[in-house]
C-alpha cells in the first residue's frame, strides 16, 4: 500500500465509560476533525447559497465539512478528499455512528465511510464497493442520520465490532454539496438520534494528543494548518 504523505493531527481520547454501566457517546465536531483532505473543506453559512442552493441553517459550532460543489450529477470532485476522526475507543463492543447532515437532492446524498480495524476496504472511493457507501438521507435543514449501508439491493444500517484502542473514523466524498456538521459514537443501538458536541467535547477534541493519519494517495489538509491560514 503506497502512502505518500503523513499527518501529525489531533486525537481525541474518549472519556472513560463510567462503572455503573452508562452508555459511551463521544461527539466530535467536523470541522476540527484529525484530518480535512482537499477538494473536501470547511464551509459556513453562506457557501452553500454560493454553489446555488437552498442555503444552511446555522450548524454547529458555526462551521462543516463538504466537498463544495452545486449539486448535480456528476461534479467534477465526486469520489475525492475525507474527513478522519482517531478516537480512543474505551472497550470491546459494538458501535454505531450518526451524522448530523445536509442533503440537498438526490445528487448530493451520500458518503462512503469506513472505520478501521473493522473495516478491510483502505479507499473505497477507488473501489466504489457499495458496502461502504452511506445513503445519506435529504433534508435542506441539519439533522442526524446513523450511517448505513446503501446496497443495490436495499440500505441497512451499519454497526462495527471494534477492539478497545485506537479506530480511525474516515468519511469519503463520494457526492459534492453533501454537508457534514458533526458524528456521534455510541455502544447503544437503541439511541434514537446523536447529540451535538458540547464545548466541553469541542476542548478535548482540540486538546488530544498528536496522532498520525496517512491518507491513501492524497497530500493532506489537517485543521491545525486549517486554523493557522
Known amino acids: 500500500m503506497d502512502r505518500i504523505a503523513k499527518a501529525f493531527v489531533w486525537a481525541v481520547v474518549a472519556a472513560g465509560v463510567a462503572s455503573n454501566g452508562a452508555a459511551f457517546e463521544l461527539a466530535l465536531e ?52 475525507h474527513v478522519s ?27 462512503w465511510v469506513t472505520v478501521t480495524p473493522a473495516d478491510d476496504d483502505p479507499n473505497p472511493q477507488a473501489s466504489q464497493d457499495t458496502f461502504y457507501r452511506w445513503g445519506v438521507q435529504q433534508g435542506p435543514a441539519w439533522h442526524w442520520d446513523r450511517v448505513n449501508q446503501w446496497l443495490n439491493a436495499g440500505t441497512f444500517d451499519r454497526e462495527w465490532e471494534l477492539p478497545a484502542g485506537e479506530a480511525v473514523v474516515t468519511v469519503w466524498t463520494r457526492e459534492a454539496a453533501t454537508m457534514l456538521d458533526a458524528i456521534w459514537i455510541t455502544d447503544s443501538e437503541g439511541a434514537g438520534q446523536g447529540e451535538l458536541p458540547t464545548d466541553a467535547d469541542r476542548e478535548a477534541q482540540l486538546k488530544g ?14 485543521w491545525a494548518g486549517l486554523k493557522a491560514r
Open 85 to 111: 476522526f482517531v478516537v480512543e475507543i474505551p472497550k470491546d463492543d459494538t458501535y454505531y455512528i450518526w451524522g448530523s447532515v445536509i442533503a440537498w437532492d438526490g445528487n448530493s446524498d451520500s458518503y
Open 209 to 222: 494528543g498528536p496522532k498520525p493519519v496517512e491518507p491513501e494517495g492524497k497530500v493532506a489538509t489537517t
Open 30 to 81: 467536523a470541522e476540527l476533525a484529525n484530518e480535512i483532505a482537499a477538494p473536501m473543506v470547511i464551509g459556513v453559512p453562506g457557501d452553500g447559497a454560493d454553489q446555488g442552493g437552498p442555503g444552511v441553517n446555522e450548524p454547529s459550532n458555526g462551521a462543516w465539512v463538504w466537498a463544495p460543489g452545486p449539486p448535480v450529477l456528476g461534479d467534477a470532485i465526486d469520489h475525492k478528499g
